[in-house]
């Protein structure tokens, strides 16, 4: 339970019921879908937006994104390169968008990832209010020697995220693998208002199902 309850001040408890885990062998192992029936409809044919990314390229070298914690990095040929060193808080690289988003709006993360070491990596994307009142996230591993390659995370807003660097819109990559092993690869970085998509509540897309 991430969020803070006390059934005297705020009305009740979290209830679970009706919990089942089985084997899919039919199922795709290249996605993740968190389907939420409290998902609203999409609105068919309508366009996405422009980016609110930007340098989302990286040919502005760090311009409009931040580091943070335990985290080594560098661009290198307009590619984001880090990994995460020991230590926590865990590594992060994020950008504050600042742009206001509305409950129920739908938003759509597209980010090529590769990983030019040895050995497995495991990146959290979030996609989120920049004060975490609310949030989506997505894991992807990523095989040794990965090129850079497409991944996709959709997902809904559940409350207003209203503007400001501190309350907007913001993409957060963290590298949740420890080790000298380099690098983690990001690039080509974009985020937009999808209205036109069909979510059903959180996914996490890996290449060849976008």
């Given amino acids: 339970a991430a969020t803070t309850n006390n059934s005297?001040?705020?009305?009740g408890f979290l209830q679970l019921d009706n919990v089942s885990l089985?084997?899919?062998p039919d199922a795709s192992d290249l996605r993740t879908l968190?389907?939420?029936p409290t998902s609203p409809p999409h609105t068919p044919g309508a366009p996405a937006s422009a980016s609110l990314v930007t340098?989302?390229?990286?040919s502005g070298g760090m311009t409009g994104w931040v580091t943070l914690f335990t985290i080594t990095n560098q661009v290198s040929n307009g590619v984001f390169e880090f990994i995460r060193t020991a230590g926590l808080p865990g590594g992060v690289v994020f950008q504050q968008t600042g742009a206001a988003v509305a409950a129920g709006e739908f938003l759509t993360a597209t980010f090529d990832l590769g990983n030019s070491s040895s050995?497995?990596?495991r990146v959290t994307?979030?996609?989120?209010a920049s004060d975490f009142a609310d949030l989506a996230a997505c894991t992807f591993w990523l095989p040794p020697g990965l090129p850079l390659s497409t991944y996709q995370m959709k997902m809904r807003a559940t409350t207003p995220w209203p503007a400001g660097a501190a309350t907007g819109a913001t993409l957060s990559f963290y590298g949740a693998t420890v080790g000298l092993d380099r690098w983690i690869r990001l690039?080509?970085?974009?985020?937009?208002r999808s209205p036109g998509a069909a979510i059903v509540g959180t996914e996490c897309l890996e290449?060849?199902?976008?």
């Fill in 8 to 11: 005297a001040t705020n009305g």
């Fill in 22 to 24: 089985s084997h899919g």
């Fill in 55 to 58: 340098n989302g390229d990286f």
């Fill in 125 to 128: 994307v979030l996609v989120h």
């Fill in 119 to 121: 050995v497995r990596k």
């Fill in 34 to 36: 968190c389907e939420d």
């Fill in 187 to 192: 690039d080509n970085v974009s985020l937009r």
């Fill in 207 to 210: 290449p060849g199902e976008i």
